[in-house]
């Protein structure tokens, strides 16, 4: 449904005045059937592509649980999807990497995601997304192959591959991401800022793959690493691909950080190629034992190291925090 306005007519000393009330949301979706769509991909679906950075098209989801995989299209530019999490809208969802497809084979990690961004320029508030399958290997909450994308105050939920970072620039922005293998991974360059990470189980944050060529790969600043489970023990991550880079920035770290704090997925000559760097990092998992070849930053080179400088790119992307 196109953004409406209602038409007041309000008369002051037998003037007739006419002003213009504007609607907030482009569409609504309730699972109760309140709002314009019960599902989040029939709003998606209807959004149009004249949606721009000044007129974006904006997605409201009333509170409740979505049961449902959701796939934003490449045209859909400019769209917000926006909750609340104070009453937060959890879109869930449960493939998982084993299960068997319509070919009998098995799915494989790229196609499991809850929610996937094919689009550019799209942003998501205040939601959950969840990939409820648990502790049965690779399975995506999130998946993201949309440039200049950002989120802001959501959560996401998985157990091994929450979060597949496949292409583009992405900026996040006090969200929370749970997970315990390889749980933020991929080859996009991605900037956290103020997250919460939670380990439910021993493994490790990150699996980066960021090409050889791109100066930045995942950036964690203001962040914090925690766990539900005291005896969790995890590494800040493992590349998945030679030249994977990874930055913490002025992070607190509990004891479920180890004191080697990466790993080198049992392939020594990634030593030598894996970029991983660390600044300002306290508390108990913030070891001085860190593997010899990660990098400390200096105080001038941290600070250099913001939003802008690592997603500015070529066409000067700056996201605004919301």
């Given at each position: 449904?196109?953004?409406?306005?209602?038409?007041?007519?309000?008369?002051?000393?037998?003037?007739?005045?006419?002003?213009?009330?504007?609607?907030?949301d482009?569409?609504?979706?309730?699972?109760?059937?309140?709002?314009?769509y019960?599902?989040?991909?029939?709003?998606?679906?209807?959004?149009?592509?004249s949606?721009?950075?000044?007129?974006?098209?904006?997605?409201r989801?009333?509170?409740?649980?979505?049961?449902?995989?959701?796939?934003?299209?490449?045209?859909?530019?400019?769209?917000?999807?926006?909750?609340?999490?104070?009453?937060?809208?959890?879109?869930?969802?449960?493939?998982?990497?084993?299960?068997?497809?319509?070919?009998?084979?098995?799915?494989?990690?790229?196609?499991?995601?809850?929610?996937?961004?094919?689009?550019?320029?799209?942003?998501?508030?205040?939601?959950?997304?969840?990939?409820?399958?648990?502790?049965?290997?690779?399975?995506?909450?999130?998946?993201?192959?949309?440039?200049?994308?950002?989120?802001?105050?959501?959560?996401?939920?998985?157990?091994?591959?929450?979060?597949?970072?496949?292409?583009?620039?992405?900026?996040?922005?006090?969200?929370?991401?749970?997970?315990?293998?390889?749980?933020?991974?991929?080859?996009?360059?991605?900037?956290?800022?103020?997250c919460?990470?939670?380990?439910?189980?021993?493994?490790?944050?990150?699996?980066?793959?960021?090409?050889?060529?791109?100066?930045?790969?995942?950036?964690?600043?203001?962040?914090?690493?925690?766990?539900?489970?005291?005896?969790?023990?995890?590494?800040?991550?493992?590349?998945?691909?030679?030249?994977?880079?990874?930055?913490?920035?002025?992070?607190?770290?509990?004891?479920?950080?180890?004191?080697?704090?990466?790993?080198?997925?049992?392939?020594?000559?990634?030593?030598?190629?894996a970029r991983?760097?660390?600044?300002?990092?306290?508390?108990?998992?913030?070891?001085?034992?860190?593997?010899?070849?990660?990098?400390?930053?200096?105080a001038?080179?941290?600070?250099?190291?913001?939003?802008?400088?690592?997603?500015?790119?070529?066409?000067?992307?700056v996201?605004?925090?919301?």
């Amino acid at each position: 449904m196109n953004t409406t306005a209602a038409r007041v007519l309000i008369t002051v000393a037998g003037i007739g005045l006419a002003c213009t009330t504007a609607r907030a949301d482009d569409a609504v979706v309730a699972p109760d059937g309140s709002g314009e769509y019960r599902s989040v991909q029939e709003a998606i679906n209807a959004a149009p592509q004249s949606a721009s950075a000044a007129a974006p098209w904006t997605i409201r989801l009333r509170p409740g649980i979505y049961h449902e995989l959701v796939y934003v299209q490449r045209e859909k530019h400019f769209v917000r999807l926006v909750g609340d999490p104070s009453h937060p809208a959890t879109i869930s969802f449960a493939l998982r990497a084993s299960q068997l497809g319509g070919d009998g084979k098995p799915i494989g990690t790229f196609r499991t995601p809850t929610l996937w961004i094919d689009a550019d320029d799209f942003s998501v508030e205040g939601i959950t997304v969840e990939n409820s399958a648990g502790n049965v290997g690779q399975a995506l909450a999130l998946r993201v192959d949309g440039d200049r994308v950002s989120f802001s105050n959501c959560h996401f939920v998985g157990w091994q591959d929450t979060i597949l970072l496949n292409r583009g620039r992405q900026y996040f922005s006090g969200c929370t991401i749970d997970g315990a293998i390889d749980f933020i991974f991929g080859a996009a360059t991605s900037y956290f800022d103020h997250c919460r990470i939670v380990c439910v189980g021993d493994g490790y944050i990150t699996a980066a793959s960021t090409p050889a060529g791109a100066p930045y790969g995942f950036v964690f600043a203001q962040c914090a690493i925690t766990s539900p489970k005291p005896a969790t023990r995890t590494y800040l991550g493992r590349p998945w691909r030679d030249h994977a880079s990874v930055t913490f920035i002025n992070t607190e770290m509990s004891d479920v950080v180890r004191p080697a704090g990466w790993n080198n997925w049992k392939k020594p000559g990634q030593e030598k190629t894996a970029r991983y760097a660390e600044y300002g990092s306290t508390g108990p998992g913030s070891s001085a034992g860190r593997v010899t070849w990660e990098r400390k930053l200096t105080a001038p080179e941290a600070a250099a190291i913001t939003p802008s400088a690592v997603l500015s790119g070529a066409d000067g992307w700056v996201p605004a925090p919301r």
